[in-house]
């Protein structure tokens, strides 16, 4: 627009020249002025404008819609031939935020309301961000961007949940591996007598040394001890976020590792298994880990391993557990999730000695199988992308 204005000038010149000499400077400068005035007015237009974005869901599942709304205000007299609206939207498993343009006019005396939505198929935290709001004129000739205390972006992180694989994966009862803990059941006896279960009537078998004395006397009857049961963490889910950024099927293998994750550790939570899920936190650059006991610490625990982000290297997570924890058993089984396997460092956790079983879950694509010595895959399951229930199929957790 502003080459067809700089022709017309040329061409009104040219003309008034020729066949009106008197009016070529009139001409001129009006042409000239009229940008100027025109720059002016809509500077005065930018300067009451205000835009504002809002986004009224928190958290989502991939490949959903995740609705929006762009008001932009026009309370002066002067019509906005263009409004062009800037937003930012970035995934944390993605290493570059998109930008997306959306133009619109703005009538004058008005509110323009802009309903629109769009979606993530990976999963991660979502930031939206109204970047920015130019108002152009009519002619486009001017543009001017709206102050930032006229742009107000009403956007919380949208937590792209996953959603996990329904697993018929057998879970191993580690209450006989001697792990410690000062959390005991409240539905199941044990033998640590530290703690006292309950006290019931003596039934044939029962040992002797469980017999508590002085109630007997009282009742007149025989009365018997049950200890507790320590709820000890049975398993650890070490998640390492890492992917190569070379590789095309990255953010699968991503969505493949946080998807076998979520989907164990919904399998132990519905077979009443306390577990820890640990995942190197980017933003931090530290260890993350969450304590798992029930449904509402998984959705704790899902959202926040989202927050952690892509690794920068293969076996971070592992490394960082390593030097935290100290030797001795802690955990009844271990398992890497993983997409770039680091054979030295699953070996360093095996010498650790931080769990009775280990085992290496490996995420592929279809038509990719991980290159592992014999030792190593003794010990190691491979998760196909999108088939994680099949994958798992055969797996003791």
């Known amino acids: 627009m ?36 025109l720059g002016a007015v809509y500077f005065y237009a930018s300067r009451k404008m205000r835009a504002e974005l809002k986004v009224s869901t928190t958290s989502t599942g991939a490949g959903q819609d995740i609705p929006m709304t762009i008001t932009i205000s026009n309370p002066t007299i002067i019509p906005v031939g263009c409004a062009q609206v800037m937003l930012e939207i970035g995934v944390s498993s993605s290493a570059k935020p998109e930008r997306v343009c959306i133009n619109t006019p703005v009538f004058p005396m008005n509110d323009q309301v802009l309903t629109t939505s769009f979606s993530s198929e990976h999963f991660g935290v979502v930031s939206i961000n109204l970047k920015r709001v130019t108002v152009c004129d009519i002619l486009k000739l001017t543009r001017f961007r709206l102050g930032k205390k006229s742009v107000v972006c009403e956007a919380e992180p949208i937590v792209v949940l996953p959603v996990p694989s329904a697993l ?59 200890y507790s049961l320590p709820m000890s963490d049975s398993c650890l889910i070490i998640a390492d976020t890492y992917t190569d950024p070379a590789d095309p099927a990255a953010p699968e293998l991503y ?12 399998l132990l939570c519905d077979n009443n298994t306390r577990h820890r899920i640990a995942c190197y936190h980017k933003p931090t650059g530290e260890l993350a880990e969450y304590e798992v006991a029930d449904h509402d610490d998984y959705i704790t625990a899902s959202t926040k391993l989202l927050d952690c982000g892509i690794c920068e290297r293969s076996g971070l997570a592992a490394e960082e557990e390593i030097m935290r924890e100290s030797t001795g058993l802690r955990f009844g089984h271990l398992l890497l999730i993983c997409s770039a396997p680091d054979e030295n460092i699953f070996a360093a956790l095996k010498e650790s000695g931080i769990a009775v079983r280990y085992t290496l879950l490996v995420c592929t694509p279809p038509d990719r199988t991980p290159e592992l010595s014999p030792e190593t895959a003794a010990e190691a399951v491979q998760v196909v992308c999108g088939d994680i229930g099949a994958s798992l199929a055969e797996l003791t957790v």
């Open 168 to 226: 018929t994966s057998a879970v191993a009862d580690y209450s006989d591996a001697g792990l410690e803990s000062e959390i005991y059941s409240d539905t199941k006896a044990g033998d640590d007598p530290s703690e006292i279960f309950a006290i019931r009537d003596y039934m044939d078998g029962d040992r002797m040394s469980r017999i508590h004395w002085k109630l007997t006397a009282k009742e007149d009857k025989l009365m018997v001890k049950d």
């Open 255 to 266: 969505d493949t590792v946080i998807e076998t994750t979520v989907s164990l550790s919904m």
């Open 2 to 37: 502003r080459i067809v204005y700089l022709i017309l000038i040329a061409a009104a010149a040219l003309f008034a020249i020729q066949y009106r000499p008197s009016l070529s400077v009139a001409l001129l400068v009006s042409l000239v002025l009229f940008p100027i005035v």
